[in-house]
Nanobody
Framework: QVQLVESGGGLVQAGGSLRLSCAASGRTSSTYILGWFRQAPGKEREFVATIRWTGGSTYYADSVKGRFTISRDNARNTVYLQMNSLKPEDTALYYC???????????????????WGQGTQVTVSS
């Protein structure tokens, strides 16, 4: 089991920036991919970005491509999501997730992950 704790959310104006952090602990050796998802009230959980722990390959949703950057610090067992040029539609509860996927898998589906954090709220005002 991998435990995940998100932090860094908050309230920002449109055009502003935030950096989210996700600290992992537990059986991290079995974690090969980490992802960020978000969920707004009344909507389904939406894929944001993924990164492979080894190699660092990334994949982004079209809605955030060019604005968000996912990265990781292996020594600290932490994954980050740098969010720039924020828009009101980015407002959501942001979750990080960890999964065990073999090479070639993108990891853009929530069902591919077996560990989830509790979420951190991001609110973007217009």
């Amino acid at each position: 089991q991998v435990q995940l704790v998100e932090s860094g959310g908050g309230l920002v104006q449109a055009g502003g920036s935030l950096r989210l952090s996700c600290a992992a602990s537990g059986r991290t050796s079995s974690t090969y991919i980490l992802g960020w998802f978000r969920q707004a009230p009344g909507k389904e959980r939406e894929f944001v970005a993924t990164i492979r722990w080894t190699g660092g390959s990334t994949y982004y949703a079209d809605s955030v491509k060019g604005r968000f950057t996912i990265s990781r610090d292996n020594a600290r067992n932490t994954v980050y999501l740098q969010m720039n040029s924020l828009k009101p539609e980015d407002t959501a509860l942001y979750y990080c997730a960890a999964g065990n996927l073999g090479p070639g898998w993108i990891g853009a589906s929530a069902r591919q992950y077996d560990s989830w954090g509790q979420g951190t709220q991001v609110t973007v005002s217009s």
